[in-house]
């Protein structure tokens, strides 16, 4: 937005600045991981905890919850994990929702014991639901997924169970940079 007045007396006009896509793609972002401003676009967005987190009150989350940067357990009944939803993109690097997934306690405590472990990727995989709100699509807590384990060091890679939600889709056939820009449009720049 800018706000604009001719003279001190006068109100402010206040008007929404429009970008076009060029010029969204020549804008670049302030990385919140390393403070740093970068010229490309993001690959890659995510949540810092599951949307279950924020609802437990600030004054009670030291009680009630645990949560790193892989794992979030909540009055030791509820368990998530942390994993990558990616999606391919034309002619490019592939898109990345880091995205947060709730999965029974037996899934967890078998991960939790695995995790170290090299033959960990021979487990099959786990079902979960999306625990994170991505505000580009419709609705996505609750989603169903699969839970793929990677080699030791990477994160699990996310798989959304078929369903007519548009992520499903985005995720089974790919997207174009045009759809890279609307997010960075969207999260970024809020347009």
Same mark, same amino acid.
Do not use: T
């Given at each position: 937005y800018q706000a604009t007045?001719?003279?001190? &007396? /006068?109100?402010?006009?206040?008007? &929404?600045?429009?970008?076009?896509?060029?010029?969204?793609?020549?804008? %670049?972002?302030? $990385?919140?991981? $390393? %403070?740093?401003?970068?010229?490309?676009?993001?690959?890659? *967005? %995510?949540? /810092?905890?599951?949307?279950? *987190?924020? &609802?437990?009150?600030?004054?009670?989350? /030291?009680?009630? $919850?645990e949560l790193n940067d892989d794992i979030c357990i909540i009055d030791g009944k509820e368990f998530f994990i942390k994993g990558n939803l990616f999606i391919k993109v034309e002619d490019n690097e592939d898109f990345s929702w880091n995205v947060w997934v709730q999965i029974p306690e037996q899934d967890f405590k078998r991960m939790e014991e695995m995790w170290e472990e090299e033959n960990r990727i021979l487990d099959k995989p786990y079902l979960g639901k999306l625990s994170t709100q991505l505000d580009v699509y419709s609705d996505t807590l609750d989603l169903q997924v699969k839970v793929y384990t990677q080699n030791v060091g990477y994160r699990p890679k996310i798989e959304v169970i078929e369903t007519s939600h548009p992520l499903f889709f985005e995720q089974e056939n790919g997207i174009t940079m045009d759809r890279v820009t609307s997010f960075a449009k969207q999260i970024l720049y809020g347009h």
């Open positions: 007045r001719s003279n001190k &007396k /006068d109100e402010w006009k206040i008007i &929404k600045i429009e970008y076009s896509e060029e010029e969204i793609k020549e804008m %670049g972002f302030l $990385c919140s991981s $390393c %403070g740093e401003y970068h010229k490309n676009l993001p690959f890659a *967005y %995510g949540a /810092d905890a599951p949307f279950q *987190y924020s &609802k437990v009150p600030k004054n009670e989350l /030291d009680k009630r $919850c």
